[in-house]
């Protein structure tokens, strides 16, 4: 469809202005409210022993999930590109689960499974505590971080192939040693944009994480919990500076995308 210059220039100022107000108005002030102070509050705010806890919490998680989630991630790819069993479509469904339930109710379930009176609350009494403490949390973050690996190296296997999987095995290559000589390398970018997907939501997540933490400041606190109670203690102020460190992080796992992204353009 040809559009005539005025249509392509007020098209562009309508997504312009979209954009403006759903995405930079909110962030412009977020900003200007964490720095009206100054720089030296806004550090004083984020390195409070609390924040701090946060943070590093933040990044525990990040760090158990991620590892476990590649794991699965990638062997379910190749289970559902190469192989062919029952319960394939099944599977395929179980994986995008997350994107249809909404993160309170993944929240809600694993209170009811790993909760005193769950299924499996019989684990309390062995002094192992899932609900209200760490297990907990990583669990809920694994569920809504799940398809993330799975959907970014699937199309990736379907695009390369299986030939030179089958040459590197014809030539004698074991199964460990054609994963790691020839499909790795192959599925690395799109093991890369699902890992960064991974972490971009395993820091921001809320929903499933409030359900299963007692929100303790200190201890089981992350930096989204941390900005949702810092605003609802009338701590605006403090609030404001933990959502900019969030912020932070997730511009810096942008930034990183992007500039592999473009080494990937170059490497073509």
């Known amino acids: 469809m040809n559009l005539s210059l005025p249509a392509k220039l ?31 509050a806004f550090i004083d705010s984020i390195t409070t022993p609390a924040a701090i806890s946060a943070l590093n919490l933040s990044l525990t998680i990040l760090l158990i999930v ?43 379930s694993l209170v009811l499974l790993w909760g005193v009176n769950g299924w499996f609350g019989g684990l309390e009494s062995l002094g192992i505590k ?11 973050t694994i569920f809504v971080t799940l398809p993330f690996v799975v959907r970014e190296v699937e199309p990736v296997l379907h695009e390369i192939g299986d030939d030179q999987e089958q040459a590197a095995a014809t030539l004698g290559a074991s199964g460990w040693q054609t994963f790691w000589r020839v499909t790795l390398p192959a599925i690395r970018w799109g ?5 960064i997907l ?35 203690e009338a701590r605006e102020f403090d609030a404001y500076a933990a959502a900019t460190l969030l912020m932070g992080l997730a511009l810096i796992t942008l930034l990183l995308m992007t500039l592999l992204d473009r080494k990937k353009g170059v490497s073509k």
Not at 13 to 39: C, D, K, M, Q, S
Not at 90 to 100: C, M, R, T
């Open 191 to 195: 093991l890369t944009y699902g890992v």
């Open 130 to 140: 899932v609900i209200f403490s760490l297990p907990g949390m990583v669990l809920a």
């Open 66 to 108: 991620v590892p476990l989630n590649v794991i699965f991630g990638v062997v379910t790819a190749i289970a559902l590109v190469r192989g062919r069993f029952p319960g394939r479509r099944i599977l395929q469904s179980v994986v995008d689960l997350p994107f249809a339930v909404s993160p309170v109710v993944v929240g809600v």
């Open 10 to 40: 007020s098209l562009r100022v309508v997504a312009l202005a979209y954009l403006g107000v759903l995405l930079l108005l909110p962030i412009a002030v977020i900003l200007w409210r964490t720095f009206e102070r100054g720089i030296g």
């Open 198 to 232: 991974t972490v971009a939501r395993s820091l921001g997540e809320f929903g499933a994480v409030i359900i299963v933490s007692s929100n303790f400041a200190g201890s089981s606190q992350t930096l989204t919990l941390l900005v949702h109670s810092r605003y609802h």
